[in-house]
């Protein structure tokens, strides 16, 4: 009996070639009841050459509002063939942090989910980070998710504080131009949590078959 291959995971930057299998993803948000909401879906359907491009300006701080940092997006390949995460990375960001909501924000693909790629995707992000030399980063959690909770706890993080009516930044269209101006999201919980990114945890585990959830 032929043995099963262990599958592969790598974070890949947007590009043409993934059209497919991103909008692949989209749909399967969509049949689970949820938007896209994360990135410009409806623009990667009418051109994707234009959303991919939009992403890699984006990544350089091109064309964004005053006020909003430099965004890179990766997204999670499986087995070179199959994208079942995206993940959001903001390496240069000043305090307030939950202003910008952290660091880095996800998503992973609702047939994926409680499967360990959460947890996988974050990983493969901090080492992203850390060539960077970051200290460590920082991510929000609005109101109650114990499945991400669970993700960052994994990869070492720790709660700094829970604040409540906490700031953010919204991106507005005015007079034909995109602005971003401060608001509080009023009656919101947003808890703040820290992850040193000297602290390396699960390596040897993630060096076989994930066998976890989250």
């Known amino acids: 009996?032929?043995?099963?291959?262990?599958?592969?995971?790598?974070?890949?930057?947007?590009?043409?070639?993934?059209?497919?299998?991103f909008l692949a993803m989209v749909d399967d948000h969509i049949a689970h009841g949820e938007?896209?909401?994360?990135?410009?879906?409806?623009l990667a359907r009418?051109?994707?050459?234009?959303f991919v491009r939009e992403l890699k300006d984006e990544a350089y701080g091109i064309g964004l509002p005053e006020g909003l940092p430099a965004q890179q997006t990766y997204w999670l390949l499986k087995d070179s063939s199959l994208l079942i995460g995206e993940i959001r990375f903001r390496p240069h960001l000043e305090q307030p942090y939950e202003k910008f909501n952290g660091h880095v924000g996800y998503n992973i693909r609702p047939s994926y989910r409680g499967q360990g790629y959460g947890t996988r995707q974050l990983a493969l992000l901090l080492e992203e980070a850390r060539q960077l030399a970051l200290p460590g980063i920082s991510m929000t959690i609005e109101d109650e998710n114990p499945a991400s909770e669970h993700i960052?706890?994994?990869?070492?993080?720790?709660?700094?504080?829970?604040?409540?009516?906490?700031?953010?930044?919204?991106?507005?269209?005015?007079?034909?131009?995109w602005i971003a101006r401060d608001i509080i999201k009023e009656n919101k919980r947003c808890a703040l949590w820290w992850i040193?990114?000297?602290?390396?945890?699960?390596?040897?585990?993630?060096?076989?078959?994930?066998?976890?959830?989250?």
Not at 3 to 20: I, M, R, W
Not at 46 to 50: G, H, R, S
């Open 152 to 177: 960052i706890e994994k990869n070492g993080g720790k709660l700094l504080r829970v604040i409540d009516n906490p700031s953010s930044l919204r991106v507005e269209e005015l007079n034909g131009s």
């Open 1 to 21: 009996m032929m043995s099963q291959q262990p599958e592969t995971l790598a974070l890949v930057k947007p590009a043409l070639e993934y059209g497919p299998a």
């Open 196 to 214: 040193n990114l000297s602290y390396k945890p699960l390596q040897k585990v993630w060096q076989k078959r994930w066998s976890g959830t989250a």
């Open 35 to 42: 938007q896209y909401n994360y990135n410009n879906a409806v």
């Open 46 to 50: 009418e051109d994707f050459a234009t």
